[in-house]
């Protein structure tokens, strides 16, 4: 069974604050810098060039994959790190239309990430506009899947809302159509039991900034089912995707299975922090994180409904349609957020109107849901919001 208390100490979590934005950026593991430390001086000072082989750092990708690929029902050898969520999208969605020769449609719905759907789009202009990418609303997606889909993209967890599509029902439909399924798990990975095995996923990317806390810009990663590793043919093939890197042929060759997904230079300072964070799940059962995720979320929900009128609840009630988080509407949600960071409630806001909150059980309490309320309550009350610096649009949301 998971030890909350300890999961707790884990993290550095500023005096003062309830850090409920977890879901887009974790807090840092207090393991972190001792790590990267370590990687600073002992292995980049000490072995300059000779730590790639000396300190392995070639190997970091997959070996990190593989503990990632645990998380989310990937047996090893199917998970490779690196680059970023968008780029990873790009390389599963021109693998998949790559497989699917013969058909023209990419279908997302209306709530997924845009990136992703800019990766869509992006692609599309590459290959002279033959390819479509059709949007349906979430609720009508299962619906929309037809033989003229090569490629269905979707995020597991709605970004803005919370809510959660079926993996294994709409893999299972699309197969049925004769369309791959690429799985989005940003919302997903570290936040609730994922099994892209079972669930028959054919790609699965994901980020490892948000709840697996790697840190700001840490490094992506991506999934292709062992039936398909051979056959997807990466579209960005970058050196160290190549069969033979060192050997500097002037011709691409794919490598082996999931390696063919290596791009670039993997980043071995963010990799030693995701290192870091990866430690914690060794002793983490994510059953007992998504049991107390839903209890935390269903928490927040009572209270909120109870002592804040005025904001409406987006986020599914439904235990099997909510992931980790909680968003409402209100038409000051902007300004409201703002006045919460000012009194140590981190959220953050998502156009056109949504206040959503993280619920990250590794770190959050009853008692940090109860006093978030507490202040968005008061803030509520008395218009706190109504101020012009909570109104200014910063870079960041």
């Not at 936040?191 to 790609?203: I, S």
């Not at 960005?236 to 791009?263: C, K």
């Not at 007992?288 to 909120?304: F, N, P, Q, W, Y």
Request: charged share 25%; net charge negative; with cysteine.
């Amino acid at each position: 069974m998971t030890d909350f208390t300890w999961t707790r100490e884990q993290f550095h979590l500023p005096l003062g604050m309830i850090y409920l934005d977890g879901n887009s950026l974790g807090p840092m593991p207090k393991a972190t810098p001792a790590r990267i430390e370590r990687m600073l001086h002992e292995e980049w000072a000490e072995q300059l060039i000779t730590g790639w082989n000396n300190c392995g750092w070639m190997q970091m990708p997959r070996r990190l994959g593989d503990r990632i690929g645990a998380l989310i029902g990937a047996a090893p050898g199917q998970t490779v790190v690196g680059d970023t969520l968008s780029i990873k999208v790009f390389q599963a969605l021109a693998a998949a239309l790559d497989l699917r020769p013969d058909r023209r449609v990419i279908l997302s719905d209306s709530g997924n990430f845009p990136s992703d759907l800019y990766m869509a789009e992006g692609l599309v202009r590459l290959t002279g506009d033959r390819h479509e990418l059709r949007l349906a609303r979430p609720h009508e997606l299962e619906d929309s899947i037809t033989e003229e889909v090569a490629v269905l993209l979707v995020t597991e967890v709605d970004y803005r809302t919370g809510r959660r599509h079926d993996l294994a029902a709409l893999t299972r439909k699309a197969h049925e159509m004769g369309a791959l399924v690429i799985w989005d798990l940003a919302h997903s990975a570290g936040a609730l039991p994922v099994d892209v095995t079972a669930g028959a996923a054919d790609f699965a990317v994901g980020c490892t900034y948000k709840y697996i806390n790697a840190g700001p810009g840490a490094p992506a990663f991506i999934y292709v089912a062992p039936d398909l590793s051979e056959a997807a043919e990466p579209a960005l093939s970058g050196w160290l995707g190549h069969a033979h890197p060192f050997a500097f042929e002037r011709s691409y060759r794919p490598g082996d299975g999931i390696d063919r997904m290596r791009v670039g230079t993997p980043p071995v300072m963010q990799m030693a922090a995701l290192d870091a964070a990866l430690d914690i799940w060794d002793r983490v059962d994510i059953r007992d994180i998504r049991k107390r995720s839903l209890a935390l979320t269903g928490l927040m929900i009572e209270e909120v409904e109870t002592h804040c009128p005025g904001v409406r609840l987006v986020t599914p009630r439904d235990n099997e349609k909510r992931g980790s988080q909680v968003s409402f509407r209100f038409e000051q949600g902007y300004a409201t957020i703002q006045a919460l960071i000012d009194q140590g409630v981190i959220g953050d806001f998502r156009a056109p109107d949504i206040m959503r909150f993280g619920i990250t059980p590794l770190y959050i309490t009853e008692d940090d849901i109860r006093e978030a309320v507490e202040t968005l309550a008061r803030t509520l009350r008395g218009a706190l919001w109504d101020n012009p610096r909570y109104r200014r649009r910063r870079a960041v949301t």
